[in-house]
């Protein structure tokens, strides 16, 4: 009887390290091919059940900290973007300033070129 009990517990380890390995070789074939990994996903890929990722805990942390990767990536992305764009519209504003600058000063020039050629037509006449 203890023959019996022995074969089964060796096949369930063998099932379960099959399992294991065909859910860490999706995790790999799916971060190869660039996609999000996730429950699904993996669970897409490997066709092993959701629940059995869920509940085996090497898997779950293996997905979650790929997931978590996934989200500091798209993070850092973000928080590039956004300083990107805070930085543009600094940019953006200090030309604004520089161009008024230069209007304000091309007008004067231009009052000045006026006025000397008032003097010169005056002193002609």
């Known amino acids: 009887m203890t ?10 380890k063998k099932r379960s390290e099959d399992a294991k390995t065909k859910a860490l070789k999706a995790i790999a074939e799916i971060k190869a091919s660039g996609g999000n990994v996730n429950f699904n ?5 490997s066709g092993l059940s959701k629940n059995y990722l869920y509940t085996n805990d090497e898997i779950r942390t293996a997905i979650t900290m790929e997931r978590n990767k996934e989200k500091a990536k798209t993070a850092a992305y973000h928080k590039k973007y ?18 008024a600058k ?3 000063e091309n ?19």
Do not use: F, P
């Open 102 to 104: 230069l209007q304000a």
């Open 107 to 125: 007008d004067a020039l231009k009052k000045e070129i006026n006025q000397l050629r008032v003097m010169i037509y005056e002193k002609h006449n």
């Open 41 to 45: 996903s993996v669970h897409v890929e």
């Open 82 to 99: 956004d300083k990107t764009s805070k930085s543009k519209d600094v940019v953006i504003e200090s030309k604004d300033k520089y161009i």
């Open 3 to 12: 023959d019996n009990t022995k074969n089964l517990e060796a096949g369930w």
